[in-house]
């Protein structure tokens, strides 16, 4: 079955920088990889995602990219802000579960000001 | 509009308690899922929904049972509560299914099992 793995687990950045987390996944037939964050005491919420039949895909300041030949997507965040911080999870439609999402365990994203 | 709604927030159970998580959704999605959330583990169904009276198995359904006796409801039952059950759940629910759908997720119920 599908397996999604995440990195790093927890990631701290000074605002302003940078940010990005890398998923791979081992099932080549899944075909759509979306993007969670969660705030503490909440549920996680869709922030961005992207089809196989696509390569990048940006909503201001966040993107994500996508290599299906190397099986590995990655969240962009430019311009860290404090309310970045936050849990973030990648997730891969596997063919197992009648499609349902496969998680990545999460990254802890600490944007320091 | 209230999105989805998990009762209770917080419990704590003895081992061998039952006990019943209620999930409604005010959306008229047809998909329904329940998740839980273990550190470093990220979030892994549990059992899930594809319309009012149907269940299906996920990923760790074991030691959970569930219904969806009506569409905007989904309950999640733990028989007979172990410690290993100790975790925060989640429910969602989708307009379609599988990753097309996003999800809308509540806020999350942390049970913790002595």
């Known amino acids: 079955g599908e397996n999604v793995e995440q990195h790093p687990s927890t990631l701290s950045v000074q605002e302003g920088d940078s940010a990005v987390i890398k998923c791979t996944y081992s099932d080549s037939a899944s075909n759509y990889f979306p993007w969670y964050k969660q705030e503490l005491g909440k549920g996680p919420q869709l922030i961005i995602d992207?089809?196989?039949?696509?390569g990048e895909k940006k909503d201001q300041r966040i993107a994500v990219t996508l290599n299906k030949t190397a099986k590995h997507f990655s969240l962009h965040i430019t311009e860290t802000q404090p309310e970045d911080s936050a849990v973030y999870f990648c997730?891969?439609?596997?063919?197992?579960?009648?499609?349902?999402?496969?998680f990545g365990a999460g990254t802890i994203l600490r944007v320091k000001s | 509009n209230a999105g989805v709604t998990q009762t209770p927030k917080f419990r704590v159970l003895k081992t061998g308690q039952s006990m019943t998580l209620l999930c409604a959704q005010d959306m008229n999605h047809e998909y329904m899922y329940w998740y839980r959330q273990d550190p470093g583990m990220g979030l892994r169904l549990i059992h899930y929904?594809?319309?009012?009276?149907?269940?299906a198995k996920g990923e760790v359904p074991d030691g959970y049972n569930v219904s969806r006796l009506k569409k905007q409801n989904f309950l999640l039952g733990l028989e007979s509560a172990a410690p290993s059950q100790t975790s925060v759940y989640f429910c969602a629910s989708s307009q379609t299914g599988g990753g097309v759908g996003v999800l809308t997720f509540g806020a999350g119920s942390r049970l913790t099992v002595l």
């Open positions: 929904s594809v319309g009012e009276g149907t269940t």
């Open positions: 992207i089809r196989s039949n696509v």
């Open positions: 997730a891969a439609r596997g063919m197992e579960y009648g499609n349902k999402l496969v």
